[in-house]
């Protein structure tokens, strides 16, 4: 944590940094595969309770599935050649599962044996990349494709129709339904946009880094591979809350805020949605996040005072992400103020319940202006107290 008494101006308009408390109760994480086990993309419970991890990764020819289960056993339930991207899957009511192969521009069905069949190569499918049905059973599939930027529906006489295409998609990757019906879907840029049922789309947040989409229930979570953390996306406002990774790339379980998480990408839930599963991007293994073992829900931030964490990554070139976590109900403000002390950019103002939450600053002003090279100050306040971090900006 930065002191300021070398800067008169911002200490004067700055002043009032919290201590860290001790950590309250908080989701625990295992290791479910080990790094090197070939469960880096999407990951998709099936009806046996039953883990279906796919691989794909440019460089290598390995392309498969593989079934792992809650021991920590594993097994290929099934490959593809060389040139297949096989990405998203889901299952449908009969237990077979579905996979979206994007460089084939395909949805392969796979048996419960592991045989496969194409069962849509429409020309609308460019680079479908991940896929769900839809909740109310009707058999509809929903396709995300990269290169279309669309939503496609592959119904069950194998017909597509387009569900969403529009400005509001840029290379999107992953899309998940809430209970309603609603449709999410995180582009590459990190946007997540929602799709109503009648298909009209509205930007809904950014989430705090790329990764994979997952509802359970009412809780909407998402991964961010570069952050080595798990999220949850407030479905009511948007806002985003941490849940578990301590931000350290690694193999290492435990509490929430200590484990390390390799690279976190696809991700899947139990169907009451107590428990979730994370694979890794660049690890290869598979992770476990208990949420019942935290007091009350994964938003839960320490226990103790208002905390500013440091800027991630700092310095930075196009964005920083700053976490902070708030003890209690209070109006929040997370303002950026160059060396002078002068107000750059006032990133958050407004009522926040308590929590650990993320927001990103783009070395932009208010008015949406490129700010220059140098240091900058962030203040948090809430509830008649502050903290304050330093963060350079190097274009």
Known sequence: MVRFSAVAAVVTILAGAASVPPAAALPQVSVVLPEGSLANDCVTMGPDGN??????????????????????????????????????????DSGRLYVSNLTLNRVTRVGPNGGKITWSNDPALLGPADLAFHPSGNGDLYVVTHSGETVQIVHPDQTVSAFYS??????PHTGTFDAAGNFYVM????????????????????????????CTGDRLFHTALSLNQVFEISLADGSVSWVAGSGVAGFAGGAADVAEMHSPNGITSTPAGHTLYVSSGFGNGLFRIDLDSAVS????????????????????????????????????DV?????????????????????????????????????????????????????IRRVTLSR
């Not at 529009?166 to 290379?171: A, C, F, M, R």
């Not at 590459?188 to 705090?208: L, M």
């Not at 950019?345 to 650990?356: F, I, T």
């Open 187 to 214: 582009n590459i840029d990190a946007s997540v946009v929602k799709i109503a049922p009648d298909g009209t789309a509205s930007p809904f947040t950014t989430a705090a880094g790329v990764g994979y989409l997952h």
């Open 297 to 332: 829900a994964p938003l839960a931030a320490d226990a103790g005072e208002l905390q500013l964490r440091a800027p991630v990554p700092n310095p930075f070139r196009d964005q920083t992400v700053l976490a902070f976590d708030v003890p209690a109900p209070a109006d929040v």
């Open 51 to 92: 883990l279906y991890c796919s691989f794909f990764l440019f460089g290598n020819p390995t392309r498969q599935i593989t079934r792992a289960y809650p021991d920590g056993q594993s097994e290929v339930f099934t490959s593809f050649g060389s040139s297949a991207g096989p990405l998203g899957s889901a299952f449908d």
């Open 335 to 387: 303002t950026v103020y160059d060396v002078a002390g002068r107000t750059v950019r006032r990133l958050l103002d407004r009522p926040r319940e308590p929590g650990r939450f993320f927001i990103t600053w783009d070395g932009t002003t208010d008015a949406g202006d490129s700010v220059a090279n140098g240091v900058y100050f962030v203040r948090l306040r809430a509830g008649g107290e502050a903290d």
């Open 166 to 171: 529009g400005p509001l998609l840029n290379q």
